[in-house]
């Protein structure tokens, strides 16, 4: 248990369909990020939000929607989305930014497949 | 963005002690080095960080030396729930993974 917990653990959507992804976050921290990791890939940093501003998008599509409504809760909602988004999305925390001298808690994961 | 080598992977025996070196010559002044766990399916774990000299704590060691354009992450008396990719990062302001070192632990 570090934390973060994630929902839903597991998720199968077509591609017409929306969803959206959880992260949840009783830490107290202030920086949220979103990851995505294929299947033998390294881990990519999505987004992240710092104080609920996003700080970074990294070229991300725009299928993908990132939400941030308070330090607590990060929501990544999913529309139109092609078999090759299928992966684990991991959402981490930190106690803020800059991230040094500091540590990031990573919730388990959602593995999302698209169908 | 300092970037990381490391090994692609390595193996060991049960009991061995390991080490992981990370390149990272061009590492900024501001910057900590930071190593990840990660078991399969699963987010990854912090494991140890430093910024020079010797960090040890319950799990792990840290060797880094002078220049700082390199590091060793030490794990004494491997077992099999070792197995795993280990990250090393160079933390500024971005949390940035490179491709780890998938370590297998042997019986």
């Known amino acids: 248990e570090t934390g973060v917990t994630q929902t839903p653990r597991h998720l199968v959507m077509g591609m017409t369909n929306k969803k959206s992804l959880k992260c949840e976050q009783h830490?107290?921290?202030?920086?949220m990020y979103w990851y995505k990791q294929s299947a033998k890939k390294p881990l990519e940093l999505m987004f992240v939000y710092n104080f609920k501003e996003q700080t970074e998008n990294n070229s991300v599509p725009s299928r993908f929607s990132p939400e941030c409504p308070n330090s607590s809760h990060l929501f990544l909602h999913l529309h139109t989305l092609q078999p090759e988004d299928s992966a684990l999305y991991l959402c981490?925390?930190?106690?803020?930014?800059?991230?040094?001298?500091?540590?990031?808690?990573f919730g388990q994961g959602t593995r999302l497949t698209v169908v | 963005l300092a970037k990381t080598t490391q090994p692609i992977s390595m193996d060991s025996y049960e009991g061995q002690e390991v080490n992981i070196t990370c390149s990272h010559n061009?590492?900024?002044?501001?910057?900590?080095i930071t190593w990840y766990q990660q078991f399969p399916s699963q987010g990854p774990r912090f494991i140890i960080q430093g910024y020079k000299t010797k960090v040890t704590n319950e799990v792990a060691s840290l060797f880094i030396p002078a220049d700082r354009k390199s590091s060793t992450l030490s794990l004494p008396r491997v077992s099999l729930s070792d197995t795993a990719v280990y990250y090393c990062?160079?933390?500024?302001?971005?949390?940035?993974f490179g491709a780890g070192t998938i370590l297998r632990v042997k019986s």
């Open positions: 061009n590492i900024a002044t501001n910057d900590y």
């Open positions: 830490l107290g921290h202030n920086a």
């Open positions: 981490a925390s930190s106690q803020g930014l800059p991230v040094v001298n500091t540590e990031a808690f």
């Open positions: 990062l160079v933390v500024g302001n971005k949390l940035v």
